[in-house]
């Protein structure tokens, strides 16, 4: 069957700039082949041919979870990119299968959180239709790869990432050994010196390099993860070359595949693998890296130079940092001041910005979006950042590359969908995981906690006077909402049949990662916002001029947080 | 239990030998500790060794010269570690024998575990080998390489020529 060749599959049209990885027919074809095999599965399942238990991992590997009312259908966005026409199609699958909201996620995917199983096959040929998949959003395999949100725009990028994350995702597709694994695998990749990935609570983090001599190389952290025990990744590798990047993943994976724990699930992520180990983890990867076979796993460089070819800078002008009509706009407007201030960034390329597009409105819930508002960042994006968009790990979403006189007219447009949120790395710019709201798991509600801060802070003002800020908030002790590296971490658990919330603080995914402290016994579910009310209260009383919720704490500790939180009991 | 290979049933010259029953002259499947511990130095019948799931391919390194086949284990779908194992008693230790998968295999499993070096799979009694092989033949790209895949097609990706 080596010739076959499928006719009719038609090529998307796309927005002619956008720096995604453009699908050939044999990626079409792939997916095609794909979605004809889970149909398949589904078909038996349905028969009673398969058992649940066996269907379970094949659905899951599709990115088909179960939740507490209805299916939720994970789709993967790859490291976090999207064209115009892709965001579209999102926009379309929300109104007509789920109830016109899509959630974006922590691993810059979309939720679609009301999905019936026999219409899954539809909206799998749906998402064909412009490249795009659920595949191995789910399930004990290895995970969408994550990446910079500002990749190819950030004027600290050393290396691009979307390149790798792309040869990793191509990698890691249906991979015939690891597609079984003990747990979920999560890789992140990072070119950046200043991590925005969350590179120390992954599977795998890589952070790409360049040597004195112009080389490309990585690199390789290994067990980090959060859940019931959260562990910080271990260095295995300073420098591994560009063109033994595949066989070194391979390589870790092996030893994770072979000695990772089965029995408990509990016991069966990288990192308490890592953990048990310690050295001898490393030393039993570099002995299977030094024994596999260096040529068979090698990436050629011409095929990095290819698909690097996909991610090459979009057609920039030569354009004046600060324009009159950009400067104009704000000295003579304080909202639009505002909105800059949180949401605009430095570009490497002069004249041009990233704009983050914040999915947490006062009073909403983190990383929804409505139809309506896909398709306004899908037209803002192909009108003023080159047809593409970004989904950032905290559940915002970002236009790449605006030109700086653009920005009053995409605040404009943000303005009219209800996107233009001035609170970027502000208080109520909150992780939330779906907690008890959707999922089967959660101990406690989140999103109702994120809602109720959200609005106890809604003067914005006061949210810029208390300054940088990142509260995560996780329904259950599996830790999706990432709660212990949030600088206020907030987790819901079950105390005797009512909710209860510990509060973490200090904890921080980014360079100076670290997990949260707790100070100390819960709070009922009516009593957190109060907490963390009196917790930055407290910040305030202690802070230094400009200082960071972060600082402050880390220099005067857990102490006087916990005396005024627990003194009046 | 049937045996599949190439697309077929076909017939098992082997058999399965418990711990504690006499080793037969025919081709005999043994657990570790037994062909550790049994004198079969004057047998000229075949020898098979099944593997266990949590035993490292290079503990066995030194009684590969004498066996002919292999059987590596899924305990449940789910579990993995055959996978691996196969392709290291292939890549590793240029094991040339038959690798059978055995336990509870899915059909859905069955290219992967081709592609990891597996020859032949044990299928429940009344399964179907036209369902293997089309369940075989559904996806014939694959993006990395693997045993027995097909030169490259270009960027990562390999059509599968055995398919
Ligand atoms: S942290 Fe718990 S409640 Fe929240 S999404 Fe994860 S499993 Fe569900």
């Known amino acids: 069957m080596n010739a076959i ?5 038609p090529a998307p049209s796309y927005p002619p700039h956008a720096r995604t990885y453009r699908y050939d027919e044999v990626d079409r074809e792939f997916l095609q082949e794909r979605i004809a095999e889970f149909t398949g599965q589904i078909e038996r399942r349905l028969r009673g041919e398969l058992t649940e238990d066996e269907f379970k991992p094949l659905r899951l590997m599709n990115g088909l979870y179960l939740q507490l009312h209805a299916y939720m259908y994970r789709i993967a966005i790859p490291y976090g990119i999207l064209n115009a026409t892709q965001l579209r199609q999102l926009a379309m699958i929300a109104r007509r299968w789920d109830r016109g909201f899509g959630h974006f996620t922590t691993r810059q995917n979309i939720q679609f959180n009301w999905t019936k199983l026999e219409d899954v096959p539809d909206i799998a040929r749906a998402l064909a239709d412009v490249d795009m998949h659920a595949i191995q959003t789910s399930g004990n395999c290895i995970r969408n790869t994550t990446t910079d949100e500002y990749a190819g725009a950030s004027p600290d990028e050393v290396v691009d990432p979307r390149i790798y994350a792309e040869i990793i995702r191509q990698w890691s597709t249906l991979h015939p050994e690891f597609t079984w694994l003990p747990r979920k695998f999560k890789i992140a990749i990072s070119g950046a010196p200043h991590d925005r990935v ?40 300073d420098w591994v070359p560009e063109e033994e990047f595949l066989a070194y993943l391979e390589a870790v994976l092996r030893v994770y595949n072979a000695l990772g724990q089965r029995e408990n699930i509990y016991k069966a992520r990288i990192k308490i693998l890592v953990r048990d180990l310690g050295e ?14 260096k040529q068979r796993y090698r990436l050629d460089p011409e095929i990095v130079a290819q698909i690097a070819a996909h991610f090459a800078p979009p057609p920039f002008a030569a354009l004046p940092d600060n324009p009159a009509g950009f400067a104009g706009m704000l000295a003579g407007n304080a909202e639009f001041a505002a909105w800059a201030g949180r949401s605009v960034r430095a570009h490497r390329q002069p004249g041009y910005a990233s704009v983050t597009i914040s999915l947490k409105p006062i009073g909403g819930i983190p990383g929804d979006a409505s139809a309506e508002q896909m398709e306004a960042v899908a037209a803002l994006a192909e009108r003023h950042s080159f047809g593409e968009i970004r989904v950032s790990h905290v559940q915002n979403l970002v236009l790449p590359h605006v030109r700086q006189e653009d920005l009053p007219a995409v605040w404009q447009g943000l303005r009219e969908a209800g ?54 908030i996780s329904g259950c002790i599996n830790a999706c909402g990432h709660h212990h590296v949030g600088h206020i971490g907030i987790l819901g658990v079950d105390k005797r049949g009512a909710e209860s919330y510990q509060i973490t603080l200090g904890g921080s995914a980014t360079n100076d990662a670290a997990l949260g402290e707790l100070v100390g016994p819960g709070f009922a579910y009516d009593q957190v916002t109060d907490a963390v009310e009196t917790i930055l209260r407290t910040h305030l009383a202690h802070r230094r001029p400009g200082e960071r919720f972060i600082d402050t704490y880390r220099r005067i500790g857990l102490a006087p947080f916990k005396e005024a939180l627990y003194a009046a009991a | 239990m049937p045996l599949l290979e190439n697309g077929r049933l076909v017939a098992d010259e082997w058999v399965r030998v418990a711990d504690d029953a006499p080793v037969p002259d025919q081709p005999a499947i043994l657990s570790l500790a037994r062909l550790r511990s049994e004198d079969l130095a004057g047998r000229n019948a075949k020898l098979g060794l099944a593997l266990d799931p949590a035993t490292q391919p290079e503990e066995i390194a030194a009684l590969l010269p004498r066996l002919s086949l292999i059987t590596v284990t899924l305990p449940k779908s789910k579990d993995g570690r055959a996978f691996t194992q196969a392709r290291a008693l292939r890549e590793h230790h240029g094991f040339t024998g038959e690798i059978r998968a055995t336990g509870h295999v899915l059909p859905d499993q069955w290219r992967m575990l081709l592609r990891c070096g597996v020859s032949t799979v044990e299928v429940p009694e009344g399964a179907d080998p036209a369902q293997w092989e089309r369940s075989r033949r559904l996806v014939d790209i694959a993006y990395q390489p693997a045993l027995g895949a097909a030169a490259p097609l270009g960027l990562l990706r390999r059509r599968l020529e055995t398919v």
């Open chain 1, 198 to 237: 969350a590179l120390q609570v992954h599977d795998i983090a890589v952070q790409a390099k360049q040597n004195a001599a112009g080389e490309i190389g990585f690199e390789i952290w290994a067990g980090g993860g959060l859940g019931r025990t959260p562990i910080l990744a271990t260095r295995l590798r």
């Open chain 1, 280 to 293: 001898e983890f490393r030393q039993r990867v570099e002995q299977e890296f030094a024994r596999l076979p």
């Open chain 1, 419 to 472: 996107l233009a949120t001035p609170n970027i790395g502000l208080i109520s710019d909150i992780i939330a995981c779906p907690g008890m709201d959707y999922c089967a798991l959660a101990t406690a509600r989140s999103i109702p906690v994120a809602q109720m801060i959200s609005e106890r802070f809604a003067d914005l003002d006061r949210q810029h006077d208390i300054g940088e800020c990142f509260i995560n």
């Open chain 1, 5 to 9: 060749s499928k006719p009719g599959l």
